[in-house]
C-alpha cells in the first residue's frame, strides 16, 4: 500500500500536510505508511530544501521527470572536495573563491565554473554551473549523482542577451542518457533513445503507467494539479481509491483560472469527477453541508466527505507606536489563509486584507489603553469564513521604530566591527518602483534591497535608516519638512518592511552637518571618523567622479588607502565584477562604500563572507562644506558632489596621489 499526494508544487504539498493526517486518522488509513509527495515541476534544490526543513524526508519525493530514469534518489550525497579536485584536474584555473555558499574557479579575471553548495551542509553540493567570458553554457544539478543538466545557448531580448534555455538532460544511475526535454519555442518535445517522441501529454501518461497505481494505494488529489494529470490519473490509476482535497486555503481563491490548472476556487470543478472521488475532504462543518447541497443539486454521485481542519495560529502580535501619534498593528502567522480581519476590542470589525502576505495595520489617534484582534479568514462558495484568531493585543510600551543617533552608531561599528548598509530615500524610491538619478530601477537590486532592510538580525550587519522619526526639529525647516512629506508617502512602507522593537542604525552617519539646525556639533562627529579611518588600511569603493578624499584630510591619518573606481550611474550592472574585484583587494581592510544603492547589496554580501565593509555615502561632500562652513549644498568643480546627480560640468584634474591608489579601473569611462 502506498498514499500518494499529487499537486503542482511542493509549498501546496505542506500546506497539505496536517489535513492529510487528519484523514488518514479518520478513516484507519496505516498511519505508518509515509506519504509519498509526487510534484509535477522540475525538482529544484530550493524547493527539496524546503521540504526537509518542513520535517519531510527527501525520500518520500517524487518527480515525474526523475521517475522515468532508474534514479528517483533526492538526497544530497557528493561530496563538495570531492567535486572541487575532479574540476581541478579537468579545468585550466588560475584561482579559487570560496563564498558562503558557492565555490568559484575562475580564470584571467572571469568566472569558469561554479559549485553551488547546499546551505544546510557546506560538505555537499547540489549543482554546477559552467561559463565561458560570462556566458552560462551549462548547468549540472545532483543528488547522490547527476540527475539531470540544462543546456543554454546565448539569445537576444528587449532587455539585452541572456542565457536560455535550450535542451535538458536526464541520466540514469549509470551517467547514461534516460531522454532529453527539448525547448522549441513554447513547444517541448521528450526524445527517448529508443526513437519515441512525446510531447508533455504522453510523458505525463507514461509517467502515470510506470507508477502502477493498484486498488490498495490511495492517491490525495490537491486543487492545484495540473489539467492533464487529473485526466491521465483518472485514465491510467483508475484502480486506486482517490481523496480530494477542496478548499484548502488562499491559493485557490486568488489565482486566475486557466486551461494549465485544474481548479478555480471552488467546488463544481471536481463535480465531474465526482463518480471516480472515494472521499471528499473539505476544512468545516458548514463546508461539508455546503457541498452535500452543491452535489445533491446537480445530481452529482456523493462521495464520502470528510472535515480535516486548516491548521493556522498566530505566533505573535504586538502593537507599537510609531511616529505623529500613529501607531502599528503587526503580527505573523502560520497557516492557509485567504486575509484577515481586525477588530477592537470591543468586537466592531474596523479593518479587512485580502493581502495575506500584508501583516501590518497602521492606526492614527490610538487611546494606549485600546485593545486589538485578529481573525485569519478563508474564502468558501457561501463566503469567508473564519480560520483562526489571535489573542487580544494591546499597547506593548515600545517605539515601532529605535534607532541609534549618528555617535552611538559610530560606536557600535567600531567596537564590533560591524559592517553598515544605510537606507535613505533614494533606495525607498527604489524598492517601490521607481529610478532615481544615478540608478534606473532594477527589480533584481529592488528586492534584494528588501531582503536587506526587512532582516536587520544579522550579526555582522547594522541595517541603517533614516533618524527621521522623531524630534525632527533636530534638522532644519526645509530638512525636516522635506522628511515629513516622505514620510507621509512611504509611512505604510516603513510598517511594511521595518521590524517592530527592532535596533537600527542611523543613515545619517554619513551625514552630520548639512541638514543639522545645530551645526556645532559637527566639527566633533568629523573628528571622530577621522579617529575611526586613523592607523587602517582602507579600500574605497566609489564613483569615477567620486574623488572621496582628494583634496582634503577625511583620510589623511589612514594607514594606507587604495581605490576601486565604478561606474557613477546605474553600478549595479557591473555587480558581480564590482563583487569579486572587491574580494581581490579587500582582505584586511576597511572598505568604504560610496556607491549609492548598490552600497547596500555590497556591503550585506561582504558582511556575510567576513569582510568590514561600511557604506558611508556622501561623507566626503559632507565634510568638505563642513570645512567651508556653507550653509546650503554647493557644487563642486573638481569631483561629485552630494545631490547634484548628474556630474555635469566636472572638470577632474590631474592628481598622481590619487592616481596611484587606484587598483581596478571599473568605470567605463577613462
Known amino acids: 500500500m502506498s498514499i500518494y499526494l499529487l499537486g503542482r508544487d511542493i509549498e501546496r504539498a505542506i500546506d497539505c500536510a496536517d489535513r492529510i493526517r487528519i484523514y488518514k486518522e479518520q478513516t484507519s488509513r496505516e498511519t505508518s505508511v509515509p506519504i509519498k509527495y509526487i510534484f509535477t515541476e522540475i525538482p529544484e534544490h530550493k524547493k527539496i530544501d524546503h521540504y526537509t526543513k518542513a520535517g519531510i524526508d527527501a525520500g518520500q519525493l517524487v518527480s515525474m521527470y526523475q521517475y522515468l530514469t532508474d534514479n528517483d534518489s533526492l538526497k544530497l550525497s557528493i561530496k563538495t572536495e570531492k567535486k572541487l579536485e575532479e574540476l581541478k584536474e579537468s579545468l585550466h584555473y588560475t584561482g579559487i573563491i570560496h563564498l558562503e555558499s558557492e565555490i568559484r574557479l575562475v580564470k584571467g579575471g572571469y568566472v569558469i565554473a561554479v559549485i553551488l553548495l547546499d546551505e544546510r551542509d557546506r560538505d555537499h553540493l547540489w549543482g554546477i554551473c559552467y561559463y565561458s567570458y560570462t556566458k552560462l553554457l551549462r548547468m ?94 483518472f485514465t491510467f490509476g483508475k484502480a486506486a481509491q482517490f481523496a480530494a482535497l477542496a478548499h484548502i486555503g488562499h491559493h485557490s481563491s486568488r489565482e486566475k483560472k486557466s486551461e494549465s490548472r485544474f481548479w478555480n476556487g471552488y467546488y463544481y470543478d471536481w463535480f465531474p469527477y465526482a463518480e471516480m472521488l472515494d472521499t471528499m475532504v473539505v476544512s468545516t462543518e458548514e463546508q461539508k453541508k455546503l457541498l452535500l447541497e452543491e452535489l445533491e443539486e446537480y445530481h452529482c454521485h456523493v462521495p464520502a466527505i470528510r472535515v480535516a ?79 483562526a484568531e489571535s489573542e487580544q493585543i494591546y499597547f506593548s510600551g515600545e517605539k515601532f521604530v529605535n534607532i541609534l543617533d549618528m555617535q552611538e552608531t559610530l560606536e557600535y561599528l567600531k567596537d564590533r566591527q560591524t559592517s553598515a548598509a544605510r537606507f535613505g530615500d533614494g533606495e525607498i524610491n527604489l524598492m517601490t518602483g521607481h529610478s532615481i538619478p544615478y540608478q534606473d530601477y532594477d527589480e533584481e537590486l529592488a528586492k534584494k534591497l528588501k531582503q536587506i532592510i526587512s532582516n536587520p538580525d544579522h550579526d555582522n550587519l547594522l541595517v541603517c535608516l533614516p533618524d527621521i522619526f522623531e524630534r525632527r526639529e533636530r534638522y532644519h525647516a526645509e530638512c525636516s519638512s522635506f522628511w515629513e512629506r516622505h514620510l507621509e508617502q512611504y509611512r505604510d512602507f516603513y510598517a511594511e518592511v521595518i521590524l517592530g522593537g527592532k535596533c537600527y542604525g542611523s543613515a545619517f552617519l554619513s551625514r552630520p552637518y548639512m541638514d543639522l539646525a545645530d551645526k556645532s556639533i559637527s566639527g566633533k562627529h568629523f573628528q571622530n571618523l577621522k579617529t575611526f579611518f586613523a592607523d587602517k588600511n582602507i579600500l574605497i569603493v566609489e564613483g569615477f567622479y567620486s574623488r572621496s578624499g582628494v583634496g582634503n584630510d577625511l583620510f589623511q591619518g589612514a594607514n594606507s588607502v587604495k581605490r576601486i ?104 569611462q577613462q
Open 565 to 668: 573606481i565604478c561606474p557613477s550611474h546605474n553600478a549595479y550592472s557591473k555587480y558581480g565584477m564590482i563583487l569579486d574585484t572587491i574580494r581581490q583587494h579587500g582582505k584586511d581592510k576597511l572598505i568604504l562604500l560610496m556607491l549609492g544603492p548598490t552600497a547596500k547589496v555590497l556591503a550585506c554580501d561582504l558582511a556575510y563572507e567576513g569582510y568590514w565593509a561600511l557604506d558611508i555615502g556622501h561623507i566626503d561632500s559632507e565634510y568638505e562644506w563642513y570645512k567651508m562652513g556653507a550653509m546650503h549644498k554647493v557644487k563642486f568643480k573638481n569631483k561629485h558632489a552630494a545631490e547634484f546627480n548628474f556630474d555635469e560640468n566636472i572638470e577632474l584634474e590631474n592628481d598622481d596621489i590619487y592616481a596611484k591608489e587606484i587598483v581596478a579601473m571599473l568605470a567605463d
Open 309 to 387: 481542519p486548516i491548521s493556522g495560529k498566530f505566533d505573535s502580535a504586538a502593537l507599537y507606536e510609531f511616529y505623529n501619534g500613529d501607531f502599528v498593528l503587526r503580527w505573523n502567522y502560520k497557516g492557509s489563509a485567504d486575509g484577515f480581519w481586525i477588530y477592537d476590542e470591543l468586537g466592531m470589525r474596523i479593518y479587512e486584507t485580502n493581502d495575506v502576505n500584508r501583516h501590518h495595520f497602521m492606526i492614527k489617534s490610538l487611546r494606549k489603553e485600546s485593545g486589538f484582534f485578529i481573525k485569519a479568514f478563508v474564502n468558501t462558495i457561501k463566503g469567508k469564513m473564519a480560520a
Open 140 to 233: 549540472e544539478v545532483y543528488t547522490d549523482r547527476i540527475i539531470f543538466s540544462n543546456s543554454y545557448i546565448t539569445a537576444a531580448s528587449e532587455n539585452g542577451l541572456y542565457a536560455k534555455l535550450a535542451r535538458r538532460t536526464f541520466y540514469n544511475r549509470d551517467g547514461s542518457a534516460a531522454y532529453d526535454q527539448v525547448f522549441e519555442g513554447e513547444e517541448e518535445k521528450f526524445l527517448f533513445p529508443d526513437g519515441r517522441v512525446f510531447m508533455r501529454m504522453q510523458v505525463v501518461e507514461e509517467f502515470i503507467k510506470v507508477l502502477d497505481l493498484s486498488e490498495e494505494d490511495v492517491v490525495i488529489l490537491d486543487d492545484s494539479v495540473p489539467s492533464e494529470f487529473m485526466q491521465a490519473v
